[in-house]
């Protein structure tokens, strides 16, 4: 993926990125404070971990899941399971902030009656990084994947269908929300390694939350 210029639209904008995604700036801003109380409460009922790849690589990001159904990776491969794989247990419920967030955010670009299942819970710390990647594990190839952002900003890479196509760089900051559905669903993208930083809501950490129609 080979990185472009910076988009920095006004806050409260959408910019589109191609069709069936865009960059809803500020979009989780006046939720922030309980999508934040509600990631306390997931992360104490499952705590976070660095999943290994089927490569047998360590994930940089630290991860966790709430929903019907939760995200792994270990050596025998990815896949969906409806209980956390260290503990045994089902995974936190969704909570309805998160649910009606994400709902409200397909809206936007025309995906009505979305309703997720799976919420990815990733914690990036400096250095952390997402390294790009297409998302073939959900059932349904056309539900949108809807990116929450809170705390330290971080750049977002947003490519096309093939490994090679020119990216997108998004300068993502708390409250930003993207979406990416239907014909865009199975772009490519990836985060830049997080600077050094320090948010006041969340110190030196970046959460995202990462929606998807698993089952």
């Not at 904008?13 to 109380?37: E, I, K, N």
């Not at 995200?71 to 247990?89: E, I, V």
């Not at 096309?160 to 020119?166: A, L």
């Not at 320090?198 to 110190?203: A, K, S, Y």
């Amino acid at each position: 993926m080979t990185l472009a210029l910076f988009d920095e639209p006004e806050p409260d904008s959408v910019t589109p990125l191609t069709p069936g995604a865009a960059l809803l700036r500020g979009f989780a801003r006046p939720h922030a404070d309980a999508l934040l109380a509600a990631v306390d409460t997931i992360t104490t009922a499952a705590p976070l971990r660095h999943m290994v790849t089927p490569g047998g690589h360590r994930m940089s990001v630290a991860m966790t899941n709430c929903g019907a159904v939760g995200w792994t990776s270990d050596p025998s491969g990815y896949r969906y399971s409806k209980t956390c794989p260290l503990s045994g247990a089902p995974w936190p419920a969704m909570p309805s902030v998160f649910a009606a967030l994400a709902t409200e955010a397909a809206a936007q670009l025309g995906f009505p009656d979305y309703a997720p299942d799976a919420c990815l819970v990733n914690r990036y710390t400096p250095g952390t990084k997402l390294t790009a990647h297409r998302d073939f594990d959900e059932r349904d190839p056309l539900a949108p994947i809807v990116s929450v952002s809170l705390g330290l900003p971080a750049t977002f890479l947003f490519g096309g269908p093939r490994p090679g196509d020119p990216s997108r760089a998004l300068r993502l900051v708390h409250g930003d929300v993207v979406v990416w559905g239907g014909p865009a669903r199975h772009h490519y993208h990836a985060v830049k390694p997080l600077p050094d930083g320090w948010h006041p809501r969340t110190g030196a950490v970046r959460w995202n939350l990462t929606f998807r129609v698993a089952l």
